[in-house]
């Protein structure tokens, strides 16, 4: 079904490398791969999920994407006016015209609301800066009136400061802000994490209705397994700054080839009354991306680490139409 579908951003050979600070006289330390050669395509009205242990690198990809960070080495061709376009590459003018169509929704909606601003003018400024409306500021209010309807929100609420709403109120304003920039592409930084179960529920209810209604592409980082495949056509794991599988909701939940893969959704509670499902504990901790094991990223913490896996990095390849995994495993004959 992708293979027919527009590519929105490709993603080519990402990495993003921290160095970090040194004192007067203190020897180079070593260089923090947060992301290791990433590449991917997104194809417009998908939902693409990444999921991984905290610390993969999953939100810094995110933040790459939407250029809150820039990459060390790699590309982000990203579609417009039916071309694709190197983020990257673009001059000040096009990069700024860019910007509005790849918008982020982050975890914590408080901390990305200005306490001091009213809700209006948290909306109006970014829509007067990019000319959303017009120049007209009647006709701005009332797209922030229509955009807060979308999400089940009354209009006045515009006029309240962020302390006043709850956090489930607070993180569909921010779904609110995002679209009403009339975004490609919407980062979702574990955008209901920091919620109940309930308010979970209806937010991700709400943002599958409003792609429907708009075909807007979401990015959706996650920990929670289970809210990935509720909201993902196709997922992602990362491991260690790697991308380690990647294939359809459905294939990877029925299929998981990745040994990381299979431990972590061995860990994904079953919702039947005395079923139980084979829990698979990994050993060790993560390695320090700072100095990262040679060979496989997770042969260190792999049952069924080979001598090979030690020595060679394995390549995220197709194993079945659709499926791509990086593991040896699958490649003893080669």
Known sequence: MAENREILLSIRHLTMEYQPNRRLFEKKKPSVKAVSDVSLDIYSGETFGVVGESGCGKTTLGKCIV???????????????EEMKDLLKLDRKTSFALRRKIQIVFQDPYAS?????????????????????????????????DALKRVNLQPEYMYRYP?????????????????????????????????????????????RRLQRETGVTFFFIAHDLSVVQYMSDRIAVMYLGNIVELAD??????????????????????PVLHEKKERIVLKGDVPSPMNPPTGCPFHPRCAHCMERCKREKPILQEDM?????????????E
Do not use: W
């Open 67 to 81: 250029r809150l960070l820039k990459p060390t080495e790699g590309e982000l061709l990203f579609r417009d006016d």
């Open 113 to 145: 609301l200005n306490p001091v601003h009213t809700i209006r003018e948290a909306f109006d400024e970014p829509m007067r800066v990019h000319g959303i409306g017009g120049g007209s500021r009647e006709k701005r209010t009332q797209m922030i009136a």
């Open 249 to 270: 909701s459905e294939a990877l939940y029925a299929h998981p080839m990745h040994p990381y893969t299979q431990a972590l959704l061995s860990a994904v509670p079953v």
């Open 163 to 207: 302390h006043e709403f709850s956090g489930g109120q607070r993180q569909r304003i921010c779904v609110a802000k995002a679209l009403v920039m009339e975004p490609k592409l919407i980062i979702c930084d574990e955008p209901v994490s920091a919620l109940d179960v309930s308010i979970q529920a209806q937010l991700l209810n709400l943002m």
């Open 321 to 333: 139409e659709g499926h791509l995994v990086a593991c040896h495993l699958y490649r003893e004959k």
